[in-house]
């Protein structure tokens, strides 16, 4: 409280003394006795109340937040609360980042965040965002590497072929686990019809599967798989293996032929 006049005071609530987002008591600023300089922001006549601001009177350290930060910035804060959605983290006395969930990994798509970070803890992150009149500063962790899914598009990429393992079976398709964490999905109208009637007897969690590649959206984090596809990669394989054998017996056969003619010519 701060006496104004005598018989009148104002209050200043702890969030209007400073701009700092680490003052927990204004103790550690003021003291009973103290003259400061105060801005009204309200005046409540009915119930005699008066709003007061010390820190409206000071420069708002926003203004010049893009001085002190930057986008792509590395930055190392506190972490001072868990949400479901995100990670509040301090990153000096005036300024918070934000993580959200979605930033935090890039293929781990239910996880835990009280599981995996404590109040308390220090942790890296870099910058992706800065929005003054929001008061708002986006970090990212997933970003500290290479984004596995434009990683697999570059290796790949459409009609490629590639084997993982069988992670789920659902009643619509079944999910394979790719490589670096990537996963990839078969709809069961992608898988041939004796099959398709009974997933779960014909494909087991564990098992190895093949698949074609049919479409990555980098952006989603998700692949389309086809295993009718893959079998006819197969087949076609098989047919020119077995064309190519065939063509070099008849390439023997014609070189025996040619070998006979010429000697039986050389006897006449």
Same mark, same amino acid.
């Given at each position: 409280?701060?006496?104004?006049?005598?018989?009148?005071?104002?209050?200043?609530?702890?969030?209007?003394?400073?701009?700092?987002?680490?003052?927990?008591?204004? +103790? %550690?600023?003021? #003291? =009973? *006795?103290?003259? $400061?300089?105060?801005? &009204?922001?309200? !005046?409540?006549?009915?119930?005699?109340? @008066?709003?007061?601001?010390?820190?409206?009177?000071?420069?708002?350290?926003?203004?010049?937040? +893009? %001085?002190?930060? #930057? =986008? *792509?910035?590395? $930055?190392?804060?506190? &972490?001072?609360? !868990?949400?479901?959605?995100?990670?509040? @983290?301090?990153?000096?006395?005036?300024?918070?980042?934000?993580?959200?969930?979605?930033?935090?990994?890039?293929?781990?798509?239910?996880?835990?965040?009280?599981?995996?970070?404590?109040?308390?803890?220090?942790?890296?992150?870099?910058?992706?965002?800065?929005?003054?009149?929001?008061?708002?500063?986006?970090?990212?962790?997933?970003?500290?590497?290479?984004?596995?899914?434009?990683?697999?598009?570059?290796?790949?990429?459409?009609?490629?072929?590639?084997?993982?393992?069988?992670?789920?079976?659902?009643?619509?398709?079944?999910?394979?686990?790719?490589?670096?964490?990537?996963?990839?999905?078969?709809?069961?109208?992608?898988?041939?019809?004796?099959?398709?009637?009974?997933?779960?007897?014909?494909?087991?969690?564990?098992?190895?599967?093949?698949?074609?590649?049919?479409?990555?959206?980098?952006?989603?984090?998700?692949?389309?798989?086809?295993?009718?596809?893959?079998?006819?990669?197969?087949?076609?394989?098989?047919?020119?293996?077995?064309?190519?054998?065939?063509?070099?017996?008849?390439?023997?056969?014609?070189?025996?032929?040619?070998?006979?003619?010429?000697?039986?010519?050389?006897?006449?």
């Amino acid at each position: 409280f701060i006496e104004l006049e005598e018989g009148i005071d104002g209050l200043a609530p702890r969030t209007e003394i400073s701009w700092s987002v680490n003052l927990k008591s204004p +103790k %550690k600023l003021l #003291k =009973v *006795g103290d003259y $400061v300089d105060a801005k &009204i922001m309200s !005046i409540d006549r009915i119930k005699h109340r @008066i709003g007061l601001s010390l820190k409206e009177l000071l420069p708002d350290p926003w203004n010049d937040v +893009k %001085k002190y930060y #930057k =986008v *792509g910035q590395r $930055v190392s804060g506190e &972490i001072v609360k !868990i949400i479901d959605r995100g990670v509040f @983290i301090r990153l000096d006395d005036y300024f918070e980042g934000f993580l959200s969930v979605d930033d935090v990994s890039w293929t781990d798509r239910k996880i835990k965040l009280s599981e995996r970070f404590k109040i308390g803890d220090s942790i890296d992150t870099v910058i992706l965002d800065i929005v003054p009149q929001y008061r708002r500063i986006k970090v990212g962790l997933k970003q500290f590497e290479a984004n596995p899914w434009e990683v697999f598009q570059n290796k790949y990429g459409t009609n490629s072929v590639v084997k993982g393992k069988i992670k789920e079976v659902t009643t619509n398709g079944i999910v394979v686990e790719l490589e670096n964490g990537c996963e990839g999905f078969i709809n069961i109208r992608e898988i041939e019809r004796e099959k398709s009637e009974n997933l779960a007897e014909h494909f087991k969690v564990g098992e190895e599967i093949g698949a074609a590649v049919l479409d990555i959206k980098v952006d989603e984090g998700r692949i389309k798989l086809s295993q009718k596809r893959y079998d006819e990669f197969l087949q076609r394989q098989e047919m020119e293996k077995f064309m190519k054998s065939d063509s070099t017996k008849e390439t023997e056969r014609l070189g025996d032929f040619i070998g006979w003619k010429n000697k039986d010519d050389k006897k006449e």
